[in-house]
């Protein structure tokens, strides 16, 4: 909740979110969905991978602000200042945002939510994105490669035409893996069909993932059976994005096993997967993502533990 002007409750002073005024540097389609670039300096100055800003619509009948991840953030060059967010029109808000002209002003807050925590030690990544989800990856992507590490991604979507930037994710990772669950592009399935396959051949580590929570809900479990540590950025209706209304709590289980509701516009959006009490949650993953036959016991192979990986108590 808010504390005072400018500052958000469980944030440094350091990181306060800023309300600014922002001119649309571009606007353009993106496969199914939009990009909006903003020219956002203050902003950008503060953002992570993994937080949100939230945009002000003048649509009818629309009260409150929209999220959307940041997507990149240009802190250098001609572009310096810029933040892009990417979006689907499914709404009168997101609708209005489709039709707004370079040169136009929007309102924006950010950045809010916690960003994704960095790797402490040398490790291989896996980024896992579904539809526009994968948006805020490549700025992941990008701090990662800039520390050296190295950077595996599989993007999935139901079509081809919701595959987001295929160029881009080649560009950023050592290898990346489609697929579709219409086959129309990559292969063909869901993110967990390819997910043991991508792990052992890439040497995985550490799993970032960001998309629908039902998939997050799945990577996560895939993660818990090999015992890989994972965080994920979910997606939840934030009325408010600053922790007044509640209205996005999910289930996370504390280390002594007790389940405390956290929100997720200012706890999250980036959790650890493993720590969310899915069961507890609406997000069904389907059928068991595991079919228990009868298999020859095989010694698990030695996993670095959330501790190891992000220095997470």
Not at 18 to 47: F, H, M, N, Q
Not at 170 to 197: I, M, N, Q, W
Not at 256 to 285: H, L, S
Request: aromatic share 6%.
């Amino acid at each position: 909740m808010a504390t005072r002007a400018g500052t958000i409750e469980g944030r440094p002073d350091t990181d306060d979110p800023v309300k600014v005024t922002c001119e649309v540097l571009a606007r353009r389609r993106e496969g199914a969905y939009w990009l909006l670039s903003l020219a956002a300096p203050a902003i950008a100055d503060r953002a992570r991978p993994g937080q949100f800003v939230n945009l002000a619509v003048a649509a009818p009948d629309t009260l409150l602000r929209r999220p959307f991840s940041i997507a990149r953030v240009s802190k250098q060059g001609m572009a310096a200042g810029t933040v892009d967010v990417v979006f689907a029109a499914h709404g009168p808000g997101t609708s209005w945002l489709t039709g707004v002209d370079v040169h136009d002003v929007v309102d924006v807050v950010g950045p809010l939510g916690t960003p994704f925590p960095l790797p402490q030690r040398q490790v291989a990544c896996l980024l896992i994105g579904g539809g526009y989800g994968v948006a805020p990856l490549f700025y992941l992507a990008d701090e990662l490669t800039r520390r050296g590490l190295r950077v595996d991604m599989i993007v999935g979507a139901a079509t081809q035409d919701r595959i987001l930037n295929a160029i881009e994710a080649k560009r950023l990772t050592a290898s990346v893996t489609f697929t579709t669950e219409d086959g129309s592009y990559g292969e063909h399935g869901r993110v967990t069909d390819v997910f043991d396959e991508v792990v052992e051949r890439c040497g995985s580590g550490v799993v970032y993932a960001c998309g629908p929570n039902p998939m997050l809900r799945a990577v996560s479990e895939r993660c818990r059976e090999r015992r890989i540590p994972v965080q994920v950025a979910v997606e939840e209706h934030m009325a408010c994005g600053i922790g007044v209304c509640f209205t996005c709590v999910l289930p996370i289980r504390r280390k002594d096993g007790q389940v405390q509701m956290k929100r997720a516009c200012i706890d999250g959006p980036v959790f650890n997967g493993a720590r969310i009490a899915w069961e507890d949650t609406r997000y069904e993953i389907g059928p068991p993502l595991v079919v228990e036959d009868e298999v020859d016991e095989q010694p698990e192979p030695s996993r670095p533990t959330d501790a190891d990986v992000w220095g997470e108590s």
